[in-house]
């Protein structure tokens, strides 16, 4: 699902127009994004967490000649589901094996 099908299915569950919705999705996809920028997390329950996390400077390997070089230090986002979100994509796999 892209983002034009995604503001297609808000529609179709609410009462909002296709630009509505849109608008909608951008303000939220947003404020989430400003925040983790700033260093504060946000917290949807039953659907997870968004927060900034500290990731250490390492040692990598160019793959095209196999020299070594330094990666730096970085913050970068971290989404974490929550146990709803994952039991209902639990469930909704199993559904669909065969057994």
Do not use: C, H, Y
């Not at 849109?22 to 949807?44: C, F, P, R």
């Not at 989404?79 to 559904?95: E, I, Q």
Request: proline letters at 2%; charged letters at 30%; aromatic letters at 4%.
């Amino acid at each position: 699902m892209n983002k034009s099908e995604l503001i297609d299915a808000i529609a179709a569950r609410t009462e909002l127009s296709k630009v509505a919705s849109g608008k909608a999705l951008d303000a939220v996809i947003e404020t989430i994004v400003d925040a983790v920028a700033k260093g504060d997390g946000v917290s949807l329950v039953g659907f997870g967490s968004f927060k900034a996390a500290a990731r250490a400077a390492r040692e990598g390997k160019n793959p095209k000649t196999g020299e070594k070089i330094k990666i730096a230090a970085t913050t970068v986002p971290k989404f974490s589901a929550g146990a709803t979100f994952k039991a209902t994509v639990a469930t909704a796999k199993n559904k669909g094996k065969k057994k």
